[in-house]
């Protein structure tokens, strides 16, 4: 006779389960349901390492180490399914990591959702300078109130001809063609507590677009510190809030906390990072990596 079971329970959870947290102006994302917890990361840890982990008395301290450790397995062992409502090209970036099992909305056997992401005049933002991707400060208040006239315009436009199509009898796999990619859609997205957190990573990131970073926070902040409270601070102190340096930068922050300056832009020469003092600094993206990482630690760059 086998011993009886009953199912991984998380109360903070469970009284959010079905909730929408609102995104953008009608996205939305919500826990559907769940498999483990803390206490699930700890039970695939002890039976994986068996007696290496007694050493851990406590199950706080056991998915710290696991998480410091890149243990990533027991974090497997937890699985949580999401109901989401995302414009199409957030969505895009979204369905990038394809480490989870997905069902989307289909504008091939349904009528696409009457609903488009807008922008407000105060948010249109400007492309930065020094790359390709990624934007800097805010278009003025009166250009914004030009392009979000224009885009209301756009996305009046492209859903009247639409549903012209559909009322012309146009098959909805044909007459969806050029819907913008500011059209909502929907999926349900199921993910192991260990993608997720790489997700997270990724997308919470200040370099992420601003868009999917803020499904990321709520995600992060609102839905998994609810389920895995332990794991979740552990993914904040260890990756999320974390600084990670490369080999040079640490011996270039070590000439820096010893108080030679002149060591440290001498490496930093050798590097490649710096050129000659009779040449120009030209751009170097490792070096303005190195760079915020210097003045996050408090230190001045030598450059």
């Given amino acids: 006779m086998t ?11 469970d009284e959010k ?18 498999l483990g917890s ?11 390492y068996g007696a290496g982990t007694k050493s851990v008395h406590e199950d706080a301290g056991l998915v710290r180490y696991l998480m410091r450790h890149g243990h990533t397995t027991p974090f497997e062992m937890c699985e949580i399914k999401l109901h989401v409502r995302a414009p199409m090209d957030t969505w895009r970036q979204w369905i990038r990591h394809r480490t989870a099992s997905v069902n989307e909305y289909s504008t091939r056997y349904s009528v696409a959702i009457d609903s488009q992401a807008t922008t407000r005049p105060t948010d249109w933002r400007a492309q930065i300078r020094s790359s390709r991707q990624g934007s800097s400060g805010t278009l003025s208040l009166q250009t914004g109130a030009h392009l ?29 063609k050029d819907l913008p990619l500011s059209t909502y859609t929907e999926a349900y997205w199921k993910i192991d507590l260990h993608n997720l957190f790489h997700f997270l990573a990724l997308r919470m990131d200040s370099h992420a677009q601003l868009e999917i970073r803020a499904y ?4 992060g902040r609102e839905i998994v510190a609810r389920w895995c409270p332990i794991a979740w601070r552990a993914f904040c102190d260890y990756r999320l809030d974390a600084l990670q340096l490369t080999s040079l930068e640490v011996r270039l922050i070590s000439a820096l906390t010893a108080g030679n300056s002149k060591e440290a832009e001498t490496l930093a020469l050798g590097f490649g990072w710096l050129q000659h003092q009779d040449e120009k600094l030209r751009p170097n993206r490792e070096r303005t990596e190195a760079e915020q990482k210097i003045r996050r630690l408090g230190l001045v760059p030598p450059w």
């Fill in 17 to 34: 389960l079905g909730h929408k947290w609102k995104v953008l102006d009608d996205g939305f994302v919500r826990p559907i349901d769940y």
């Fill in 216 to 219: 990321a926070e709520i995600v």
């Fill in 148 to 176: 979000t006239a224009r885009e209301k315009l756009l996305h009046n436009l492209a859903r009247e001809i639409y549903e012209e199509r559909l009322g012309a009898d146009v098959a909805r796999e044909q007459a969806r």
């Fill in 38 to 48: 803390d206490a699930s990361i700890v039970q695939a840890a002890r039976v994986s």
């Fill in 3 to 13: 011993d009886a079971l009953t199912r991984v329970s998380v109360p903070t959870l």
